[in-house]
């Protein structure tokens, strides 16, 4: 049992704690209690990465109660597309010094469908990624997109990139926690990836990011919110199963 154990804890890049490795295990058809693989990864020395509860990173915008926040901390939308999120985080480099990631997020699932990495904090971080978000996802109907009030996002370009399909839902002023599910992602990939390594350059960032988001986060990773599926695989249950349009 404990050689299946750290099979499944070296598939996930040693990240997958006592809950997940159970769920894995259990979907291979080997049945075993949480209680039991926790106790032989605590005999055996097997670690989960654990996320530290998350911290403010972006400054508060001027503006006050004219941004609603229609969101409402209701996470679990019932279809793709209906519910986005944004935010932008910090990444230390060695010699480019911080470089800065802006992410997508489709709440449904908790996929990235658009990441971008900048060395500057300017506006067309944002845009970028909402054309690439836009374009990935073909958006035909109305959605929602949340954001907290940084100045990238209450800018009027930002707006304009949006176009008339997205309502705009901003959190309270200091209260990232109306943020929480992208900024726990930003959490994860600090804490499962990139500070793991020393990361010397932008583009060596950039790289690392491209390996969590494509190669681990969207197509492996398995979530609570997601039945302990994938992002992409729970995306693709929900086409099956109930066969609409415009979705990914």
């Keep these: 049992m404990i050689q299946k154990i750290k099979e499944v804890h070296n598939e996930s890049h040693q990240i997958y704690g006592a809950p997940k490795i159970t769920k894995e295990l259990n979907s291979k058809g080997i049945q075993v209690a949480q209680k039991t693989v926790a106790n032989y990864m605590r005999e055996n020395n097997l670690?989960?990465?654990?996320?530290?509860?998350?911290?403010?990173?972006?400054?508060?915008?001027?503006?006050?109660?004219k941004l609603e926040n229609i969101l409402n901390r209701q996470f679990n939308p019932s279809q793709p597309n209906a519910c986005w999120c944004s935010d932008i985080t910090y990444i230390w480099t060695k010699e480019d010094g911080y470089v800065y990631l802006t992410s997508i997020?489709?709440?449904?699932?908790?996929?990235?469908?658009?990441?971008?990495?900048?060395?500057?904090?300017?506006?067309?971080?944002?845009?970028?990624?909402?054309?690439?978000?836009?374009?990935?996802?073909?958006?035909t109907h109305p959605l929602v997109i949340h954001s907290d009030r940084g100045s990238q996002y209450v800018s009027q370009r930002y707006r304009e990139a949006l176009g008339d399909l997205f309502q705009y839902s901003y959190s309270k002023k200091g209260t990232p926690w109306d943020n929480a599910c992208i900024e726990s992602f930003h959490a994860l990939i600090k804490r499962e990836w990139l500070h793991r390594v020393t990361i010397l350059t932008f583009r060596e960032a950039k790289r690392c990011i491209?390996?969590?988001?494509?190669?681990?986060?969207?197509?492996?990773?398995?979530?609570?919110?997601?039945?302990?599926?994938?992002?992409?695989?729970?995306?693709?249950a929900y086409i099956k199963t109930e066969g609409k349009t415009n979705q990914p």
Excluded: G
């Excluded at 990465?49 to 400054?59: A, I, P, Q």
């Design 105 to 139: 997020m489709d709440l449904y699932s908790r996929k990235i469908i658009a990441w971008q990495v900048t060395q500057t904090l300017e506006i067309e971080c944002v845009i970028h990624c909402i054309e690439e978000a836009k374009r990935k996802r073909q958006i």
């Design 210 to 236: 491209f390996e969590y988001i494509e190669t681990f986060y969207n197509t492996v990773r398995s979530h609570s919110a997601c039945d302990f599926t994938s992002p992409n695989q729970f995306e693709k």
């Design 47 to 65: 670690k989960a990465c654990y996320v530290r509860k998350f911290t403010r990173t972006t400054l508060n915008s001027d503006f006050s109660s």
